[in-house]
Nanobody, 125 residues
Framework: VQLQASGGGLVQSGASLRLSCEVS????????MAWFRQAPGKEREFVSAINWSARTTLYADSVKGRFTVSRDGAKTTMYLQLDILKPEDTAVYYC???????????????????WGQGTKVTVSS
């Protein structure tokens, strides 16, 4: 199973981006998929997660109201709409997927089975 994140770029503060995470490889049914990000010199932090069947969504407080996670079940693709971007959102964004992960572990990047290479988001002030 491979995860490929895309859609990052260099934008100004207040702009929007839409990230995509495509799952490929053998047949795979995730229970949860999530976005994490890692800024230079910092640890990877939770951004958002989505339950694949119930479509339950979770967000970090720092992005709540600005970011929106969604998924396309037919394509096994997850999206992250980033609005009202701020310089502190600058980071490499990674997508992760797990078929056995439970709700209380969704904010732990070590709890997932698969992760991709990441896509870089840079927000200038």
């Amino acid at each position: 199973v491979q995860l490929q994140a895309s859609g990052g770029g260099l934008v100004q503060s207040g702009a929007s981006l839409r990230l995509s995470c495509e799952v490929s490889g053998r047949s795979f049914s995730p229970r949860f998929m999530a976005w994490f990000r890692q800024a230079p010199g910092k640890e990877r932090e939770f951004v958002s997660a989505i339950n694949w069947s119930a479509r339950t969504t979770l967000y970090a407080d720092s992005v709540k109201g600005r970011f929106t996670v969604s998924r396309d079940g037919a394509k096994t693709t997850m999206y992250l709409q980033l609005d009202i971007l701020k310089p502190e959102d600058t980071a490499v964004y990674y997508c992760e997927a797990g078929s056995r992960i439970i709700l209380r572990n969704t904010r732990n990047p070590e709890a997932y089975d698969y992760w991709g290479q990441g896509t870089k988001v840079t927000v200038s002030s």
